[in-house]
């Protein structure tokens, strides 16, 4: 048995690695730009208010200094802040830089002080922290020759080249852990498909005919499932493969068998028994006999390729199930007459049922004919149709005091092709087609069937029919 292989677009399909790599290197990215983003903001407004801190600290300095140091000490403690970058200036009310002492300071801050008047005229108080012209400026007012400003300054340039060699190392360090993201995705990706790969590649090795293939995945559990369904479908596959080559076997073996006999019984009537008419008689009798076996191993090859191939419906109608049956059991007096079989029948009178008639007829005719091919020495077989207490139900047994059947094939012989390997009293001729059909026909139906048996106890085959009246045909 060879698969036709699926014809699947592959260049339409995007392969698991990339989906995995994408996926993760775009939450890693997002992963990475949150946190350097909160990151940067918090070091960058850190650095503000650290900046802001320092300069309000300074007023205070700078004024318990004075209150103990003379000017020139005042003149060299304000210089010292300078290794800060932060410029800290005495200023009179004109704008005139009155401490330090330092010829370089000849930089006139009326405009600033101007600025700063106008400020404390609006808004009161005594101290000022702004930012202006790129700068963080502190001012309070200071006791100093009869009322001065103690002036402080940092440049926010030197804030922001701080921030922008900050962002520089945050980007070195996203491209290095974004690129460390992508060697991770990449391995983590191609471990996980290299399992469904390996499977894949066995299941290409299985669909070319090769039924000792094995699925093997126990490193993830979902991976396991699927090689366990994949293995048991391979088992099923493989079974069935032989089922069909054992049934090819055995139908041509038994369809050989009548061939044989019909050609040898007519030569015979052609040399021998032509004009015997007895003899003829006996002689043609096998000839229809072989002809009738013949005619049944091919009905059920057909039989069962046309009900799974769908092409038989249901057409359900509602009918005289008693009638029905005794119209059945009727076709098989030949053999109560010919060959000293016995049916009993136990039947309830004018059950009625709803059902596809003709399919039935095939499920009773198969049951009926396995009793009759499988009872035992006793050649008995017994017929009930009963209804239920309450009348709605009906149940079909159809008993024989056969071998039976061995438990653990119970749930095997309803399987296409299968026969069992026991010896019936009778050499039976079957094609293992016949409970086959029966179970699909019942399946269709939704009606419960199944067989009770014990090994040396004969087996009872039942079906639950449903009951109805005899008028309502609901279509
Ligand atoms: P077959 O054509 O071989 O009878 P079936 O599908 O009708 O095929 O039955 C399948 C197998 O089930 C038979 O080969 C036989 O082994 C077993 N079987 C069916 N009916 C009976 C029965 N009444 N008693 C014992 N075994 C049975």
Same mark, same amino acid.
């Given at each position: 048995m060879?698969?036709?292989?699926?014809?699947?677009? $592959? %260049?339409?399909?995007?392969?698991?690695?990339?989906? #995995?790599?994408? /996926? &993760? @290197? *775009?939450?890693?990215?997002?992963?990475? +730009?949150?946190?350097e983003?909160i990151f940067?903001?918090?070091?960058?407004?850190?650095?503000?208010?650290?900046a802001?801190?320092?300069?309000?600290?300074?007023?205070?300095?700078?004024?318990?200094?004075?209150?103990?140091?003379?000017?020139?000490?005042?003149?060299?403690?304000?210089?010292?802040?300078?290794?800060?970058?932060?410029n800290?200036?005495?200023?009179s009310?004109?704008?005139?830089?009155?401490?330090?002492?330092?010829?370089?300071?000849?930089?006139?801050?009326?405009?600033?002080?101007?600025?700063?008047?106008?400020?404390?005229?609006?808004?009161?108080?005594?101290?000022?922290?702004?930012?202006?012209?790129?700068?963080?400026?502190?001012?309070?007012?200071?006791?100093?020759?009869g009322g001065?400003?103690?002036?402080?300054?940092?440049? $926010? %340039?030197?804030?922001?080249?701080?921030?922008?060699? #900050?962002?520089? /190392? &945050? @980007? *070195?360090?996203?491209?290095?852990?974004? +690129?460390?993201?992508?060697?991770?995705s990449?391995?983590?990706?191609?471990?996980?498909?290299?399992?469904?790969?390996?499977l894949?590649?066995?299941?290409?090795?299985?669909?070319?005919?090769?039924?000792?293939v094995?699925?093997?995945?126990?490193?993830?559990?979902?991976?396991?499932?699927?090689?366990?369904?994949?293995?048991?479908?391979?088992?099923?596959?493989?079974?069935?493969?032989?089922?069909?080559?054992?049934?090819?076997?055995?139908?041509?073996?038994?369809?050989?068998?009548?061939?044989?006999?019909?050609?040898?019984?007519?030569?015979?009537?052609?040399?021998?028994?032509?004009?015997?008419?007895?003899?003829?008689?006996?002689?043609?009798?096998v000839?229809?006999?072989?002809?009738?076996?013949?005619t049944?191993?091919?009905?059920?090859? $057909?039989?069962v390729?046309?009900?799974?191939?769908?092409?038989?419906?249901?057409?359900?109608?509602?009918?005289?199930?008693t009638?029905? +049956?005794?119209?059945?059991?009727?076709?098989?007096?030949?053999?109560?007459?010919?060959?000293?079989?016995?049916?009993?029948?136990?039947v309830?009178?004018?059950?009625?049922?709803?059902a596809?008639?003709?399919k039935?007829?095939?499920?009773?005719?198969?049951?009926?004919?396995?009793?009759?091919?499988?009872?035992g020495?006793?050649?008995t077989?017994?017929?009930?149709?009963?209804?239920?207490?309450?009348?709605?139900?009906?149940?079909l047994?159809?008993?024989?005091?056969?071998?039976g059947?061995?438990?653990?094939?119970?749930?095997?012989?309803?399987?296409?092709?299968?026969?069992?390997?026991?010896?019936?009293?009778?050499?039976?001729?079957?094609?293992?087609?016949?409970?086959?059909?029966?179970?699909?026909?019942?399946?269709?139906?939704?009606?419960?069937?199944?067989?009770?048996?014990?090994?040396?106890?004969?087996?009872?085959?039942?079906?639950?029919?449903?009951?109805?009246?005899?008028e309502?045909?609901?279509?």
């Open positions: 060879k698969f036709k292989k699926p014809q699947i677009k $592959l %260049k339409s399909l995007k392969s698991i690695n990339y989906v #995995l790599m994408k /996926y &993760f @290197i *775009l939450l890693a990215s997002l992963l990475i +730009l949150l946190v983003v940067f903001m918090v070091v960058s407004s850190s650095l503000e208010s650290h802001r801190n320092r300069l309000t600290g300074i007023g205070g300095e700078v004024a318990t200094f004075m209150t103990a140091n003379d000017d020139f000490a005042v003149s060299g403690y304000l210089r010292r802040y300078r290794q800060e970058g932060i800290v200036v005495v200023l009310q004109g704008g005139e830089v009155l401490l330090p002492f330092d010829d370089s300071l000849n930089e006139n801050y009326a405009d600033e002080i101007s600025y700063i008047k106008e400020q404390f005229k609006d808004f009161g108080g005594s101290s000022l922290l702004y930012s202006k012209n790129n700068s963080l400026n502190y001012v309070s007012v200071i006791d100093y020759h001065s400003y103690l002036f402080a300054n940092y440049s $926010l %340039k030197i804030i922001n080249g701080t921030r922008n060699i #900050l962002l520089v /190392y &945050f @980007i *070195l360090v996203g491209i290095f852990v974004l +690129l460390a993201a992508a060697l991770f990449y391995s983590v990706s191609q471990r996980l498909s290299s399992g469904i790969k390996n894949s590649s066995t299941a290409e090795r299985f669909s070319k005919g090769d039924f000792n094995n699925f093997t995945n126990s490193e993830y559990k979902e991976l396991a499932v699927l090689s366990d369904t994949l293995n048991s479908v391979r088992d099923e596959v493989k079974k069935s493969d032989s089922f069909q080559r054992e049934l090819l076997a055995n139908v041509s073996h038994d369809l050989k068998t009548p061939l044989t006999m019909i050609k040898a019984y007519a030569s015979m009537i052609r040399e021998i028994s032509g004009d015997n008419p007895q003899k003829r008689d006996k002689h043609l009798q000839i229809i006999d072989e002809a009738d076996r013949l049944g191993l091919v009905n059920d090859v $057909l039989n390729s046309k009900l799974t191939s769908g092409i038989n419906e249901i057409n359900c109608k509602v009918f005289n199930f009638e029905f +049956l005794y119209g059945i059991i009727n076709k098989f007096e030949y053999l109560q007459e010919t060959q000293g079989y016995k049916i009993m029948v136990d309830d009178a004018n059950l009625y049922t709803r596809d008639e003709e039935i007829g095939q499920v009773i005719y198969n049951l009926l004919g396995n009793a009759v091919n499988y009872t020495e006793d050649k077989v017994f017929i009930s149709l009963k209804s239920s207490l309450d009348g709605d139900r009906i149940k047994k159809i008993r024989d005091t056969g071998k059947i061995a438990k653990e094939d119970l749930p095997e012989i309803w399987n296409r092709y299968y026969r069992s390997r026991e010896t019936h009293s009778r050499p039976v001729k079957g094609t293992g087609l016949g409970l086959n059909i029966v179970k699909i026909i019942l399946q269709n139906h939704s009606f419960d069937f199944g067989v009770e048996s014990e090994l040396g106890n004969g087996s009872t085959f039942w079906v639950d029919f449903p009951s109805v009246p005899a309502i045909d609901v279509e």
